[in-house]
C-alpha cells in the first residue's frame, strides 16, 4: 500500500513546510493513517526502513510528529493546521 499523492502534491508540501522528499512522504504517510508504526510508514511512502526511523526523529524534533509510548513504538502526526 503505497502513498497516493502526485509528485506535484508532494512537491508543493515539500516547498510550503520546507521538507525534504522523505520527510514528505512520511509526513503525508502517518497523516493519511493517523497512527502507524515506523514498518507501515516505510511501505506506505515507498522508503526503505531503514531511513524511516531517521526521519521519523528529525520530524518529530520539527514538531511534525509525535512520538507515542507505545509498543511497538507509533507515531501520530502533526495536523498542518496547527504548523501553520
Do not use: C
Not at 502507524?36 to 518529530?60: C, G, Q
Amino acid at each position: 500500500m503505497a502513498l497516493s499523492f502526485s509528485e506535484e502534491y508532494i512537491s508543493r508540501i515539500r516547498r510550503l513546510f520546507d521538507l525534504n522528499l522523505y520527510e514528505a512522504k512520511v509526513w503525508l504517510a502517518l497523516l493519511s493513517q493517523g497512527r502507524s508504526t515506523t514498518s507501515k510508514l516505510s511501505d506506505i511512502a515507498n522508503i526503505p526502513k531503514s531511513r524511516a526511523y531517521d526521519i521519523l526523529v528529525s520530524l518529530e524534533n520539527s514538531g511534525f510528529v509525535i512520538k507515542e509510548a507505545t509498543k511497538p513504538m507509533s507515531y501520530s502526526a502533526v495536523p498542518p493546521t496547527e504548523l501553520l
